[in-house]
């Protein structure tokens, strides 16, 4: 199922049945439903979670730990204590978030801006955060993300487009006659920003990698303490697998927009990224994506165990166990 059918789809699974007596023992930040987590035709596990802009700034705790206003302009979601001296041990402190199940997540997610064709910021609404088995390893084969991990996705000093394994541009209406893993989500990607037509959906996904090297929660680069899987072959997933060198297989994280194409804002192809300062190159091509775990580490046990593991498509939210995390989105 594709990015904007799961958000359409998933607005109203919130239980505000028969279980008031039994509310205060749930952990803040949980609520009941009904919702029955599904079996998916791809043999995958898939978890998404909301997470709102929380502020922007032109901080980057990774790149630029400790030094204020060094970076291009980032839009943060989910905690909103994050700036350029963050740690994973002050991602603790936060009181509230903007991610759902409030604190149970206090992680740490950014990009770089992204302007239209008039140098105006687009907002990024509604962004689905994905933790998912992915297409490659085996869903069995999947651990549960170690705390303190920092990962970055992509790379924002390119001058070369990056090929489609981290960064990943689509239109919605775009067709395609091959066979994925899953037909809803065709992998018919480019890695620069396209010319969508108006009314058209630009998608933006970045994918972060999934393989550990099992003893590092960073690197210099942020970088190299992760790989990428080697590929399954559509349309059979679990065919891949993580290198010897990172034989941790941990979940699958990816960022997810879909951004209405306007007149106004012009085509995709005249938008830039903030990274994107090299004239003359495409759009999009520095586009990448940073990431400091911070969530509950029994929440995330669960999302592995009763989610992923077992190859469910627990949809927004849901937990597998009759519970769910508390939307951030307004009914």
């Given at each position: ?25 749930l952990e803040d930040g949980l609520v009941y439903s009904n919702e029955e987590v599904g079996e998916r035709e791809d043999k995958t596990g898939a978890f ?41 041990e002050s991602l603790q402190e936060a009181t509230e978030t903007s991610c759902d199940g409030k604190t149970l997540n206090k992680s740490a997610y950014w ?102 090297d099992g003893q590092n929660l960073s690197s210099e680069d942020h970088q190299s303490h992760m790989a990428y899987p080697s590929r399954a072959t559509p ?97």
């Open positions: 199922m594709g990015l904007l059918l799961i958000t359409a789809a998933c607005n109203n699974t919130v239980d505000s049945g028969n279980h008031n007596e039994q509310e205060n023992t998404r979670t909301n997470c709102l802009e929380s502020h922007e700034s032109n901080d980057d705790p990774l790149v630029f730990p400790g030094q204020k206003d060094m970076a291009h302009h980032h839009v943060f979601f989910g905690n909103p204590l994050v700036d350029a001296h963050t740690t994973s990009v770089p801006a992204l302007f239209d064709q008039h140098g105006e910021r687009i907002e990024y609404i509604d962004p689905l955060f994905y933790y998912k088995t992915g297409y490659h390893v085996p869903a069995q084969s999947i651990q549960t993300l170690p705390e303190g991990l920092k990962i970055i996705a992509g790379n924002a000093m390119t001058r070369e487009p990056q090929g489609t394994q981290a960064i990943k541009f689509r239109c919605n209406s775009w067709e395609s006659d091959v066979d994925w893993f899953d037909p809803g989500d065709p992998l018919d990607h480019v890695d620069y920003l396209p010319d969508c037509v108006t009314d058209d959906i630009l998608e933006i996904r970045i994918l972060f990698p999934q393989c550990w349309p059979v997933a679990g065919t891949g697998s993580c290198p010897s060198s990172h034989p941790i297989a941990l979940p699958e994280i990816s960022y997810n927009f879909g951004i209405y194409v306007t007149e106004d804002r012009g085509s995709p192809s005249t938008w830039r990224f903030s990274s994107d300062l090299h004239k003359g190159t495409s759009g999009g091509i520095t586009a990448h994506a940073d990431w400091m775990n911070g969530w509950d580490p029994d929440i995330m046990e669960r999302i592995v165990e009763q989610c992923l593991k077992p190859a469910k498509e627990c949809m927004v939210g849901l937990l597998g166990d009759g519970t769910r995390l508390e939307s951030v989105i307004e009914e």
